[in-house]
């Protein structure tokens, strides 16, 4: 078990590739270069095939590798191929494929571990790379840092004989569609629904129309001709003022918009009114704790808004915060014993359905819930959202080391005194640039404008 070894003793290295979902950039530089996915197939391959579940008894490990729908994943695809192969790892191509359809199936077929190629919610310029383990989970911090510890070592290629192999499953997106399926009750159907689906033309574009219409909806759906460049431009879960345009269009009775790579949801009723992750996920957690099959509380990140707490006080839910991040939210959910979580990006995590955030999962989650209880979407979402508002700063030096500067802690406890218990004040560095983002919540937008607007001055004059 050579990957313990590695991971135990690399516990306290600094990542310098994965960040908190992957390895992600522009395509084209470093890291996404084919040069850099080589090595990264080669020392992935090495490590995750050592894992538990990694290789069965007289069989080789397999890795399953599914993109989005990029023009940019031809290329990373056959470069990430090329390094796990060259570590004497099988591997199985499934195409364009949701990145929960990749956890999924990795875990179904019982792989060594599964990786998508995407960057999620960005533009087709970006690219990145994702992995899951053998059980269908995000890896753990301690196997990225023993891939990236694998990567500066020499690329040696093993023998000709002991070369991996490609193949590829002609029937993944059937399997996955099957298992969407599964996850809504047997005793309701969708038949009399008109939904309106936004594909993002992502990788969900050839899922989530056969998953809704299957289930009986009359499905109209828009962002599913992706060209390589189009995936997220002005459609899906970003950007869903063509979600909301095409509901009031054909009079649909509501509208589901996913990302780029199937695992963020927003929705929409049947006016075109928008609900982010937050309200999505409350009408999950509302239904399941009518129905008495809440196991614990709901888990949410720093970003959530506090409207979504008090609404789950007062059905008697727990609620707790993660970092930001759908890992950390899966995390915490795992170490309390809970299974509902999510982000207000539309991030939103049913454990007791699949090991990971999965958008259509969840959609068809809320849609159970709204048939149960006979009731529509603006009567399920029985609170308003606070408003929120978010600057960034740039600062010099640590951008960590100004969160404890005297005037940025008086002014944040100056504001904090003034919204009491109405209103909440975020700070926190970002993990990429030298920012620090300032978030301030409360129920009048233009008081805490000036609020936001007070502390980020405050953090200016100290980091001058």
């Given at each position: 078990?050579?990957?313990k070894k590695n991971t135990q003793s690399l516990l306290t290295t ?451």
């Amino acid at each position: 078990m050579a990957a313990k070894k590695n991971t135990q003793s690399l516990l306290t290295t600094t990542r310098r590739y994965f960040g908190t979902d992957g390895v992600r950039g522009r395509v084209g530089t470093s890291p996404i270069t084919p040069e850099f996915m080589t090595r990264l197939g080669y020392a992935a391959g090495r490590i995750l095939a050592q894992g538990p579940g990694g290789q069965r008894s007289g069989e080789r490990a397999t890795i399953l590798i599914g993109k989005d729908t990029r023009a940019s994943g031809y290329m990373l695809e056959s470069a990430l191929q090329a390094g796990i192969l060259s570590a004497g790892v099988d591997v199985l191509l499934v195409g364009p494929m949701p990145t929960p359809g990749v956890a999924y199936l990795t875990k179904a077929l019982r792989l060594s571990a599964g990786v998508v190629i995407s960057a999620s919610h960005n533009a087709h310029e970006d690219n990145g790379i994702k992995f899951f383990s053998a059980n269908g989970t995000k890896l753990s911090d301690a196997h990225e840092v023993a891939i990236e510890h694998a990567m500066d070592q020499s690329l040696r290629c093993v023998t000709s004989k002991l070369i991996g192999r490609a193949r590829r499953l002609q029937d993944a997106a059937g399997r996955y569609i099957e298992f969407c399926k599964s996850t809504f009750s047997t005793d309701l159907n969708l038949r009399g629904l008109r939904i309106v689906v936004d594909c993002a033309h992502g990788a969900a574009y050839h899922i989530a129309p056969h998953v809704l219409h299957e289930l009986g909806a009359e499905v109209i759906s828009i962002g599913v001709n992706p060209d390589g460049f189009n995936i997220n431009h002005q459609v899906g879960a970003t950007s869903p003022a063509a979600l909301q345009k095409a509901v009031k269009l054909h009079r649909a009775d509501l509208g589901i918009a996913l990302d780029g790579d199937g695992d963020r949801l927003v929705m929409v009723d049947h006016q075109g009114k928008l609900y982010d992750g937050d309200q999505l996920l409350y009408v999950i957690a509302a239904e399941r704790k009518r129905q008495r099959r809440l196991k614990g509380g709901i888990v949410g990140t720093l970003m959530s808004n506090l409207a979504l707490e008090q609404a789950l006080q007062s059905q008697k839910i727990p609620f707790a915060r993660a970092k930001v991040g759908d890992r950390y939210v899966i995390e915490m959910l795992n170490n309390r014993g809970w299974q509902i979580g999510g982000e207000n990006s539309g991030h939103i995590v049913c454990l007791d359905q699949h090991s990971t955030g999965d958008a259509m999962i969840s959609a068809l989650q809320v849609l159970q819930a709204l048939l149960s209880r006979q009731t529509t979407l603006a009567s399920a979402v029985d609170f308003d959202l606070y408003p929120q508002v978010l600057l960034n700063v740039k600062v010099s030096g640590s951008a960590a080391a100004m969160l404890t500067a005297a005037p940025v802690l008086k002014a944040v406890a100056k504001v904090e005194r003034a919204l009491k218990q109405s209103g909440r004040v975020l700070l926190r560095p970002s993990g990429t640039e030298p920012l620090i983002r300032v978030m301030v919540e409360g129920p009048r937008l233009s008081r805490i404008r000036d609020f936001a607007g007070q502390i980020a001055e405050a953090v200016q004059k100290a980091a001058a």
